[in-house]
């Protein structure tokens, strides 16, 4: 829709603090990955994504990893992509 193209909602973003005044964050939970990417995504803003490595979780999501959390975390999603649109 942006002509951008992200492959996850990771949790680590890195950003200049002006931009991210610029974006005027609202969401503290489960959405801000979305929001922060749609936002920068309308403001046109630089954005790379770099591919990690990683190991196996040890422990239990406490999103994924329980129904309750994966319906909220999805509903949330959902709602701010729908939001910004």
């Keep these: 829709m ?7 909602l990771g949790p680590f973003r890195a950003i200049r603090w002006s931009s991210l005044l610029q974006l005027k ?3 503290r939970n489960y959405g801000w990955t979305v929001e ?4 920068a995504a309308k403001q046109k803003l630089r954005c790379t994504e770099i591919g990690v490595r990683y190991r196996k979780r040890v422990g ?11 319906i909220l975390a999805g509903y949330k999603i959902l709602y ?3 939001k910004y649109l």
Excluded: H, R, W
Excluded at 36 to 39: E, F, L, P, T, Y
């Design 36 to 39: 922060m990417q749609i936002k």
């Design 2 to 8: 942006y002509n951008y193209q992200f492959t996850d």
């Design 25 to 27: 964050m609202v969401d």
């Design 80 to 82: 701010t992509i729908f």
């Design 60 to 70: 239990v999501s406490k999103v994924s990893g329980t129904v309750k959390g994966t």
